[in-house]
Every structure is written in structure tokens, then in C-alpha cells.
């Protein structure tokens, strides 16, 4: 028996194409989207553009001086990294650099930073090279109490001594030296300090042998030296 009406093929309108795949689109999304997280896609925007994870540890390297290690986790044309400590006013200063691997995986870095502020500290790493630089997460706040904090130095105004201010965290015994630019010995003195603030004053310093500009004092305490470089 002849089949009287056949079927007719026809091309489909663009809106009709249209309409098919905003369905179909629409049909996908709903399956991912009930999915469960095991089947789901293991990244998402944000975590592309994610960098490798950092761990930063802050330690007392010595009595007057902080360890700041990280670890990274892929490195891709790394070139280096900044190390900044927060400052009174809120912002951060730079205080080193450590150049990096620049490629690889697993690095571990280490650095001493021997000018710390007694107090509350943060430190913050920039991390150079690549496309963008970026900053590796911030530290906790690390509670800093140097035997000895170096406080302030001026020459006194009747111009015959320096002022040396200082705080000590105990009792101790501490010799104090003037160093000329060319750490020549313009002025000693070793006593008893008691902790908290302490001014001494080199009262031997007479117009003639006072440095011009910056020079140094050495703090000698426990078999340990600590120099600061001073301007007056």
C-alpha cells in the first residue's frame, strides 16, 4: 500500500537553532549544577588564578633578630622576593630581598631580619616575576622584646655630650662604645643598667672629638655585640 503522505524534510530557522541550543545549555547546566562535588569540575575561575601556596613562620632567630622561613609550592619565572615589616603610620617598609629559584617546585626560603622594632610585628613578602607581582599571604602578629632597644641618640645642647637612650628587658650588665664612621673608639663606658628606659650621656665628648654626621654605638652585653648606626 502506497503511502500517500511522505514526510517532508525541512532546513530548521536560525531562531529554531537558536531555541535548541539555549535549551540544551540550559538542560546542562541544570545536571551540573545538582551534580554532586565529586563529579564537578576540580577548579573554578578563581582558583586559576590562584598562585602557589605559601607557608610563612616567624621565630626569634637571637635575642635581636627574627627568622622569617617560607615554603613555596610551584615556581614559574619567580625572580625574587621583597621582604616589608609594618611601620608605626600603617604602611609597610622594605627591609630585604631574597632571590628565588625562578622554577621548580618546593623551594624553601629563610630571612633574618637583625633591625627589628621591639613590639608587634607583621611582615608581608612580594613576590617578583612573571606576569604580575603579588603578595605572598600576610604573618600573624609576632610579639617581638629584644634584650636591648636601641631608643634615640642627639648631642646635648651645651654641645660637650652625646645622649644615648636605650631599654633594656632585665637588668644587665652593658658597655656602650661612640665609633667614629671608621669604628674608631671616641668614647667607652660599662655599668650596671637596670631594665626599662636608660639614658647615658658621654660627657668626655667635647665639640673637637664628636663625629660629623653619622657614626656608630656598640652595645656589648652577655658576649654579644649589637651595632647601630647613628646620626648626630
Not at 673608639?185 to 660599662?190: C, D, L, N, Q, V
Request: net charge negative.
Amino acid at each position: 500500500m502506497l503511502n500517500l503522505f511522505p514526510i517532508i524534510w525541512t532546513r530548521p530557522s536560525i531562531k529554531e537553532v537558536f531555541v535548541r541550543k539555549a535549551i540544551l545549555v540550559l538542560f546542562i547546566g541544570i545536571i551540573v549544577f545538582s551534580a554532586p562535588n565529586s563529579i564537578k569540575t576540580a577548579y573554578n575561575i578563581s582558583d586559576i588564578n590562584q598562585h602557589p601556596d605559601f607557608s610563612l613562620e616567624i621565630s626569634e632567630f637571637t635575642q635581636n633578630s627574627i627568622l622569617l622561613e617560607w615554603n613555596t609550592g610551584e615556581e614559574n619565572e619567580l625572580t625574587g622576593f621583597e621582604i616589608e615589616r609594618l611601620i608605626d603610620d600603617g604602611n609597610y617598609e622594605s627591609i630585604g630581598f631574597v632571590p628565588a629559584f625562578g622554577s621548580g617546585a618546593d623551594h624553601s626560603y629563610r630571612f633574618v631580619d637583625t633591625t627589628p622594632i621591639a613590639g608587634n610585628l607583621q611582615y608581608r613578602i612580594l613576590k617578583l616575576g612573571g606576569t604580575e607581582n603579588n603578595y605572598i599571604n600576610q604573618a600573624t602578629i609576632f610579639s617581638f622584646k629584644p634584650e636591648v632597644s636601641f631608643l634615640g641618640a642627639k648631642v646635648a645642647l651645651d654641645k660637650k655630650a652625646v645622649v644615648v637612650d636605650f631599654e633594656l628587658n632585665k637588668p644587665t650588665v652593658l658597655g656602650i662604645r661612640l665609633l667614629s664612621i671608621a669604628y674608631k673608639e671616641i668614647a667607652a663606658a660599662t655599668k650596671t643598667f637596670s631594665s626599662g628606659e636608660n639614658t647615658y650621656e658621654f660627657k668626655d665628648c667635647t665639640p673637637g672629638n664628636l663625629p660629623a654626621g653619622a657614626c656608630f654605638l656598640e652595645f656589648v652585653f652577655d658576649g654579644k655585640r649589637k651595632l647601630q648606626e647613628i646620626i648626630l
